[in-house]
């Protein structure tokens, strides 16, 4: 099949309140307004990030040269229209973020921060545009010379401060993003987590963490997309991988609290390689510890997700191994809350299933589902997604009252004589 769809529909009702589904409202699908082919992994090739009510996006392959303007494109969820930010990039600076190099950035209403190999950018927003300003070179943050990249996949503004927080392999560059600092490590260690704060009014360095140990199951961090780490300008949470344990910081990297629910499905395999099987693997070479833990991505329980859905709720998606070769996990949700600086699970879901032969209908099945083998973010109480562009109005009459059988055989029909192209599609969780 050539197309990859996320709008998987549930085909019983019984299970309703126990599946994610259930809690989402599909609310808006749009083309991308750039030419992107979809992959799994298109969160190599597209920076993401999220201010107010709107989605912004960097292509990365944009080329950068000392005259590039850096586009920025950004849709509006309220207006439900696209726009674009166009960047002036100093001149000085843009060997830094040539040939692939941009990693992340972080926008506020007043700052933007762009962020490359070895340094980050600094816009600040007068008469409605983002100027350049300053540059924190990576020597800012670390405090010592090297020549490390910079691999802060997770960059966020919350007032003049910038957070910065990393697991591993998340961001784009992969391994090789930090492999000075696993060489730098102790033999046992991989320095799997990182997480800083800047004051980008006052140019000055609020914190700089390396954190040990590396989280449990940190050699699955290079199967991506995983995100164990985020931050929502008041507390960091982080997971493990392989155990499930949720961990609750303040933004000075103190403990509060850490959960470890009591699910009785979750599969721990005790023979997976412990971290320094899997550091003289990526030692001899990066792509040979992946070939080491695959075997495992299907007999052991995974956390995937991590993410806050919004300032006290937060979202972990995580997966119990199915020895189904076309399904491989069965996946789930925990939903938390934070009270008092606490931990609180509320509920766990399921994802739900699809039979694409029922005679149910497209109204009647409900929401999209989201497939957990693709990247998905999170933010202000929505969902936001990319896939291959499903070619009809799914909320017209006509595909409403269609069943399922109908309309997947209408979607086959289609591809065998079309090309697909790239949409995003918004889910808002249900209050």
Not at 224 to 236: H, L, M, S, T
Not at 310 to 334: M, Q
Not at 373 to 397: C, R, W
Request: charged fraction near 25%; glycine fraction near 4%; hydrophobic fraction near 35%.
């Amino acid at each position: 099949m050539k197309y990859l769809l996320f709008l998987l529909i549930t085909f019983t009702y019984t299970v309703f309140a126990q599946n994610i589904q259930d809690k989402l409202t599909i609310i808006d699908k749009t083309k991308l307004p750039f030419e992107f082919v979809f992959d799994e992994d298109y969160t190599r090739d597209l920076l993401i990030n999220s201010l107010n009510d709107n989605v912004y996006i960097i292509p990365r392959d944009q080329d950068i040269t000392a005259d590039t303007t850096l586009y920025i494109f950004n849709y509006s969820m309220s207006q439900k229209k696209w726009d674009s930010l166009l960047i002036q990039f100093p001149p000085n600076h843009f060997v830094s973020f040539s040939n692939y190099s941009m990693i992340a950035f972080a926008i506020s209403n007043k700052y933007l921060v762009v962020e490359g190999r070895d340094r980050m950018l600094v816009f600040e927003k007068k008469n409605e545009k983002y100027l350049f300003n300053y540059a924190i070179i990576s020597t800012d943050i670390y405090g010592i010379e090297h020549n490390d990249d910079f691999c802060f996949d997770g960059l966020k503004i919350y007032s003049d401060i910038i957070y910065g927080c990393k697991s591993s392999t998340t961001h784009p560059g992969g391994f090789d993003g930090y492999s000075s600092f696993a060489k730098a490590a102790a033999d046992s260690q991989l320095v799997s987590t990182a997480i800083f704060k800047y004051d980008l009014k006052n140019r000055k360095l609020g914190k700089f963490t390396l954190v040990y140990p590396e989280p449990i199951g940190a050699g699955f961090l290079n199967f991506v997309p995983r995100n164990i780490i985020d931050c929502n300008g008041k507390y960091f949470i982080i997971s493990d991988v392989t155990k499930n344990n949720i961990y609750l910081y303040d933004t000075d990297w103190n403990l509060l609290d850490k959960y470890s629910p009591n699910h009785k499905n979750w599969v721990y395999d005790k023979n997976l390689p412990d971290v320094k099987t899997v550091k003289a693997a990526y030692m001899d070479h990066a792509k040979s510890s992946i070939g080491l833990m695959n075997p495992f991505t299907h007999t052991t329980s995974l956390i995937h997700n991590v993410y806050f859905q919004n300032d006290s709720t937060i979202l972990v998606s995580w997966s119990v191994p199915t020895g189904n070769k076309e399904n491989k996990y069965k996946y789930y949700y925990d939903t938390y809350k934070i009270i008092d600086g606490k931990l609180k699970l509320v509920s766990t879901l399921s994802d739900s299933q699809i039979d694409k032969n029922s005679n149910i209908t497209f109204e009647k099945a409900g929401v999209a589902a989201i497939k957990l083998e693709q990247a998905y973010f999170v933010f202000n109480d929505y969902i936001f997604t990319i896939s291959n562009d499903v070619p009809f109005d799914i909320f017209s009459k006509e595909i409403q009252k269609m069943s399922l059988k109908e309309y997947y055989k209408k979607l086959d029909d289609y591809f065998i004589e079309n090309d697909t192209k790239s949409c995003i599609l918004l889910y808002k969780f249900k209050k």
